[in-house]
């Protein structure tokens, strides 16, 4: 989100940016990495184990919210975010940041829902 704030105040203040869409939008990460960040955490509980593509989509056979994510098993998708680098000198936050803020507000937020 903080990404994505920081895009539309640069695009406020820049007289390029005027009529123009920006995409915001980070650089492709498999979900391993994103695992592998939060693994490095003291405390935290991240399987390690890959399930495999054939059983998730033997498992969407009876789980109709595993279905969703059947097409795009394997796909890597990027996105052009070179006209919000150009014009406006944005860049995202590192995927470390990003995953480990997000984590901390799950936590917290977690917390206050359980006392």
Known sequence: MRDVAALHVAAMLSPDAAGERFLAAGPFHWIEDIAAILRGQPGARVP??????????????????????????GEEFRFATGKARDVLGWNPRPLADTVLDCARSFVRARSRVTA
């Open 48 to 73: 390690s184990r890959r399930l495999p593509g054939p059983l998730v989509r033997a498992a969407a056979l009876f789980d109709p919210a595993l279905r969703q994510v059947v097409p795009d098993l």
